[in-house]
């Protein structure tokens, strides 16, 4: 490998790669690091640089009887979280990248990050991260190639990627691989920006530490590069779990589904059914993104292109997610979690009441009784896939998963049922394109304001939403055998306010009847808005909540509908220059029937 600069100390590469070796040397260049080391993924590294990241105090080791491999992790508190109003879709015009997104122009966009990343490694070491997106091997698998100066990062790709030399290997000679380059720089906000190159196949992140700007394989590859590519190469990529559902007899169906932010996606990845759902069983493929292409058979082929698990651990129990809380009982990495005097982990909504005292987020003593919070409610674990009990055995299959079933599903304490399913495939994307969430008082200041996130990819779609809704109509001419779209909505309240339906496992019932109708056994009726249950198709048996509840949970008001057609304007007019008429139309269509609907009473 030629030389970056005098000073700098270059490790042994380990490809010979011409592309890859002449992009690192430039990057060095750039950079100035005191020494590039290449990642090979092995567990001798894996030990020499948690033993550097401990005595760096990058990581606290955690009680190792009580949680073996575990350390813990303290970020800058002015870097904890995504910065969507500092990301950026680099792209030749404005146009391309949407409304959706932040734009600035590729030839400003590396001119002011590279007067940043100028030095920005000086008296610090280049990790060359080598990782795959995908099973290795799979057609639709990608290579990224990460150069970044944070050890934390290192020890996270090695989790949720397939990392080092395996990835090479798959690379060869190559020069399609995605070029990240990440420097935490100072961490100062003034100087942080994530820029998305999506015709370069090329991502920048500077000043932060914080995993979804920096573990770049993750939302910036998977969805954001990854949509864009989806597009110009036939595919998709989307914010999706998914999930294998098998039945006693040994029949398999697998799911995708897609859920915005606090509306419980991970915890439907990892659903363990009822008892009164004896033999049946919920794999766990993927919990957090899908990449689907169509298949010579017909039908959505899907993988998860992740190793690991990249969760919040704030609400997480043995509860409302069992398999998630014995994912992180060994060789996972704690970020802004509390620590007990013992050396054992802590965040609101664990099992038990607060112990006494802990160490909180940033270090400091805390007592219960506090009002500060002890984890930051963005708090982190990152865990091994293969650590959960639920893990799909058909995880590293290369040609993925046959999808039969999309289900999209927000918070929305009225108007939205428990379940529906579309009429058709245009339908169905109407539903995902209008998906949204109720805001909350504190984040708002005004409580129940539903905000659109279309298909949960708001953040996410790396070039313009409304040419986005385009592509997944397009999917109808590529598919034969589509799957079947259907919308959720576990949030419903009663007039007291309460939740109708008790969610976590018991969604299994309302699971349960997507597969039947996937599969064409279970009746339903028509409605103005889609078809729902027939309750004899409802296994709701054992059920520990009033029928009346359930009913009111599936309730569907005309009025009520009417108005969230009425509120969804704002949202088409913003996309109005690149919105696909068949959305337009379908919107005109459901409106239609709402009327007629309303004139029967």
Known sequence: MSTTVSAAEIGSPLSDNRHLLAWIDECARLCKPDRVVWCDGSEEEKE??????????VLIPLNQEKLPGCYLHRSDPADVARVEHLTFICTPTREEAGPNNNWMAPDEAYRKLGQLFDGSMKGRTMYVVPYVMGPLGSPLAKVGIELTDSVYVVL??????????????????????????????????????????????AIWSIGSGYGGNVLLGKKCLALRIGSYLGRQEGWMAEHMLIMGVEE??????????????????????????PKRFQGWKVWTVGDDICWMKPGPDGRFWAINPEAGYFGVAPGTNSLTNPNAMESVRRDSLFTNVAMTPDGDVWWEGKDGVAPEELIDWKGRPWKRGSTEKAAHPNSRF??????????????????????????????????????????????????????????????????????????????????????????????????EYLPKVFLVNWF??????????????????????IIDRARGRAGAWETPIGWVPKWADMDMRDLAVPIEDVEDAQRIDVEEWKREIADQEEFFEKYRSTMPKEIVLEREIIRSRLERAGRKG
């Open 48 to 57: 020499r640089l948690t033993a550097l990241a401990v005595a760096q105090g």
């Open 156 to 201: 996270n790709m090695r989790i949720m990627a397939r990392m080092g030399t395996r990835a090479l290997r798959m690379l060869g000679d190559s020069d399609g691989f995605n070029r990240g380059l990440h420097s935490m720089l100072d961490l100062n906000p003034d100087r942080r920006y994530i820029c998305h190159f999506p015709q370069d196949n």
């Open 248 to 273: 006693p007899n040994g029949d398999t169906t697998y799911v995708a589904a897609a859920f915005p932010s606090a509306c419980g996606k991970t915890n439907f990845a990892m659903l363990i059914p």
């Open 382 to 479: 990152t865990a091994p896939a293969t650590n959960n009990p639920a893990l799909s055995p058909r995880v590293n299959d290369r040609n993925g998963v046959p999808i039969s079933a999309i289900i999209f599903g927000g918070r929305r304490s009225t108007t939205v049922p428990l379940v529906l399913q579309a009429f058709n495939w245009t339908h169905g994307v109407y539903l995902g394109a209008t998906m949204g969430s109720e805001t909350t008082a504190a984040a708002v200041g005004k409580e129940g304001v539903v905000r659109r996130d279309p298909m949960a990819m708001l953040p996410f779609a790396g070039y313009d939403m409304g040419r986005y809704f385009d592509h997944w109509l397009n999917m109808e001419g590529k598919v």
């Open 492 to 513: 419903r309240r009663g007039p007291d306010g309460a939740f109708l339906w008790p969610g976590f496992g018991e969604n299994m019932r309302v699971l349960k009847w």
